[in-house]
C-alpha cells in the first residue's frame, strides 16, 4: 500500500524533555517528506521538509527530522519541548501515480506536554 | 498567515440548507486542494485542482461539489449534507502538484451539520 504510517497516537512528555514522533513511509511513495503541525482550531503549518541532500533537515522552532532510506523512516525529534509544542503533528509525503499526485498524511500524533 | 485564507471559520447548516465554502490563495500557486479532517480519521484527500482543471476526485458523494473559477479561488458547494459531514474541512494550495513542492494550508473550516 502506498501510506505513511505514524505508529503513535500520542505522546505524552514533560516540558524541557527530548522527544521523537515516528514516521515511516512505504516504499511506493516519493521521498518527498513533510512534518506539519496543527495547533488547536488551526491548519495544518509546514515545520520541515526533506527534498534531498543532507538526511538531517533543521526546521521551525527548534525541530528536526532525519531521512533514513534504508529504515524508510523520517522520526521527527526536539531535544527540549516547551508547552507550547503541544499540537498534533502530521508527516506527508507526495504520492505518485494515478489521475495526479497526492499529498498523502499519517493519521497524526498528538504530542502533549506537562509541566 | 500562510496565504491560504478560508471563509467562513466555521458553519452550522440543517441537512436540507445549501452552503458554500470558499477558498482564497495569492500565492500564485497553480494546484489548490480540498481536504476533510474528521476527529480521529487521517486527512482525506477530496479533490484536486491543477490549473483550474479538476484532476482527482476521491469518491466524494455528489453533495459536495467543487469549483474552481480562476487559479486563486476555489469553492465548495455544500447541500442536503448529513451529520457524518461534520468535520474541519482544509483547503490547501501548492506551486504544482508533486516534486519539490509544500502545500500551505488554510486555517480550515469547522462544519457542524445538524
Known amino acids: 500500500a502506498q501510506s505513511v504510517t505514524q505508529l503513535d497516537s500520542q505522546v505524552p512528555v514533560f516540558e524541557e524533555a527530548p522527544v521523537e514522533l515516528r514516521c515511516n513511509y512505504s516504499?511506493?511513495?516519493?521521498?518527498?517528506l513533510f512534518w506539519y503541525v496543527q495547533y488547536p482550531n488551526q491548519g495544518l503549518q509546514l515545520l520541515l521538509k526533506?527534498?534531498?541532500?543532507?538526511?538531517l533537515v533543521k526546521g521551525i522552532n527548534g525541530f528536526e527530522a532525519e531521512f533514513n532510506k534504508s529504515q524508510t523512516s523520517f522520526h521527527l525529534r526536539k531535544p527540549s519541548v516547551h508547552i507550547s509544542d503541544t499540537a498534533e503533528y502530521f508527516c506527508?509525503?507526495?504520492?505518485?501515480?494515478?489521475?495526479?499526485?497526492?499529498?498523502?498524511f499519517g493519521t497524526g500524533t498528538l504530542l502533549a506536554v506537562q509541566p | 498567515e500562510t496565504g491560504v485564507t478560508q471563509t467562513p471559520r466555521h458553519l452550522v447548516m440543517g441537512m436540507t440548507n445549501k452552503k458554500s465554502l470558499k477558498c482564497e490563495q495569492h500565492l500564485g500557486h497553480n494546484a489548490m486542494y480540498w481536504y476533510k479532517q474528521s476527529a480521529k480519521k487521517p486527512l482525506e484527500l477530496m479533490f484536486v485542482y491543477s490549473l483550474e482543471e479538476r484532476v482527482e476526485n476521491n469518491s466524494v458523494p455528489s453533495r459536495f461539489s467543487p469549483e474552481c473559477p480562476n487559479s486563486s479561488h476555489l469553492f465548495l458547494h455544500l447541500h442536503t449534507l448529513q451529520p457524518e459531514d461534520s468535520a474541519l474541512y482544509l483547503c490547501a494550495s501548492s506551486q504544482a502538484t508533486g516534486g519539490h513542492t509544500e502545500a500551505f494550508f488554510g486555517q480550515g473550516t469547522r462544519l457542524t451539520v445538524v
Open positions: 526533506y527534498l534531498s541532500g543532507s538526511t
Open positions: 506527508a509525503a507526495w504520492n505518485y501515480g494515478g489521475a495526479t499526485n497526492k499529498l498523502i
Open positions: 516504499s511506493s511513495v516519493s521521498v518527498y
